[in-house]
């Protein structure tokens, strides 16, 4: 007998068009097994309202439906949080409600965010029997005296075994993260880490410079003396090691801190900095439709409240044309796309776009920007200052 999982893959998915359009569908699952000491993001460690949560995502789909033009979906991805977490019967059932209010491109990309730990064969085999064709694995590390200091919820070994039985059941559209400019992780543990995941054969790579955000257990260990950051220089010379040593794996760095083998670019998170539109459910979920952008409550008791008694659990706000013409240049410049100069003037005026060319010229003639067919780039001397250039370049 076919699952309702199997019948939402061969039934409901609809061939793309050709629609200009791209859309794009993000969930929230806020539970994880325990809290990293870095992490920011909106989680619980407490499983209790897990089958409510899912309840309420469902009912939250159903109700924002609407938010969405009627063209097929182009991605889905699941994000926390720990959706690997999910069971086969929960995840399956979110799926059926995807399918039931939204059209399906046949080649959309469905992403999961998953903990090595998680991924075990049994889990492997179900996923491989759901919608789901790419994997997000949070690896972060390679060495386990680094992911005992982050608090992660396994080890090296697992880490490992983790990509390798999902490569042998057939999942090959896989990304993983890695973090680099960790107290006491030597450049040559740092190399080392993405030799190990270069050698795995992994298309994709996310890799992040640990930050220290307000609120987190890293923070305190940070005022408390008991850990201490890294030089920036120290962490200029990781970047470097990194887009070193992935170009030389054949990765083409798209975005300050993607790289991808040929045809594994991330379609979804690529939708963000492109500014195409995007439904996010679940608590904390971002959505945008070009002109305005709407976040869900953080917190899980309200955000079932609020869902279960059909009231918006979201806040909106309208963007300036200063605002979005500077998430455009911060977004646009971190990728290889750069920034269009007669795009910026199509889109916003002959302001900003004068704007954009004046503050881009001391980048330029240091050599950190360079500007091509009318198009704004990073250099790569300018990649590991991607924020302070961006901000030099915003409308105020």
Known sequence: MLTTRYLWATVHRKPGT??????????????????????????????????????????????????LPSSP???????????????????????????????????????LEANPDDLT??????????????????????????????????????AERSVKI????????????????????????WRENIHKLIALDVPHLSSYCL??????????????GKIRTVPDQVAADHFKVLTEETAKAGFEHYEISNFT??????????????????????????????????WNVSNNISYLKSI???????KEEILTDKERYNEFVMTGLRTKWGVNTDRVKLLFGDEFQKNLLSSAEEHIRNGN???ENKVLLLTESGKFLADGIASDLFLV
């Not at 460690?45 to 924002?64: C, F, L, Q, Y």
């Not at 490569?167 to 990304?175: E, F, L, S």
């Not at 279960?308 to 979201?314: N, T, V």
């Open 308 to 314: 279960f008694e059909k009231q918006p659990a979201w």
């Open 18 to 67: 050709g629609n200009p359009e791209h859309l794009h569908l993000y969930l929230h699952i806020p539970f994880c097994k325990q809290a990293c000491h870095y992490c920011d993001f909106h989680f619980s460690t407490s499983m209790k309202n897990k089958e409510d949560m899912v309840n309420a995502i469902i009912a939250e789909i159903g109700m924002r439906k609407s938010e």
């Open 261 to 294: 083998k040929p045809g594994f670019i991330a379609r979804h998170n690529s939708s963000y900095w492109k500014g195409e539109p995007y439904l996010g459910v679940g608590p904390s979920a971002h959505s945008y439709d070009g002109r305005s952008r709407r």
């Open 121 to 158: 064969a049994a889990k492997i085999k179900e996923l491989r029997h759901s919608p789901v064709n790419r994997l997000s694995i949070g690896i972060q590390s390679f060495r386990d005296s680094d992911l005992k200091l982050m608090n992660r919820a396994h080890n090296s070994d697992e």
């Open 73 to 111: 979906l182009e991605t889905i991805y699941f994000g926390g949080g720990t959706p690997s977490l999910l069971s086969d019967s929960e995840l399956g059932r979110i799926f059926d409600a995807i399918s039931s209010d939204f059209d399906i491109q046949n080649d959309a990309e469905i992403t």
């Open 211 to 224: 930050t220290v955000e307000p609120k987190t257990a890293l923070a305190k260990f940070v005022r408390d």
């Open 369 to 371: 920007v360079t500007l």
């Open 166 to 189: 999902s490569q042998d059941a057939g999942i090959t559209n896989i990304t993983a993260d890695l973090i680099y400019a960790l107290p006491r992780q030597s450049l040559n543990d």
